[in-house]
């Protein structure tokens, strides 16, 4: 598992670093702090970190007893991926009908629980990350979100 680990970081790293060196280029919006590069910016940044990690880990983990299989997925650890794809492709149904302050943090909540998070956890940090990313995006940045069946209020 090291092996691949220090590959696939790489390949994030790299991807990162592409995404970083391409949105350098992208205009500055008039009238914003930020410029049309603020997201893919901190998106390449943030790929290039968490690959940097998982490459480190890769060094640091021992190697298993030659011969010894890896312990079995538990049954929620092999529908997680599937919850994930689930999840998208539901936000990409509803999310203009419905709205994002209805949809995303339902399936935010749905993510936490199929990942392992208590139901009161995942509760409070659906409903928060939801409301962080409304506010980044229609405040910060000036970038509406759909908001469907509810009617804007700011």
Known sequence: MQRVDR???????ALGAVVLWTAREFPNV?????????????????????????VLRSFRARPGPAGEAPAPLAAGARLAPLAVVGCIGAYLLLAESLGFLIVAPVLLFVLFLAFGRGAAGALVWALAGSAVVHVAFYKMLRVPLPWGVIPPFY
């Open 7 to 13: 590959w696939v970081g790489l390949a994030l790293a």
């Open 30 to 54: 008039p009238g914003q702090k930020v410029g049309a590069a603020f997201l893919p910016m901190l998106a390449g940044a943030g790929l290039v970190v968490c690959a940097s990690l998982l």
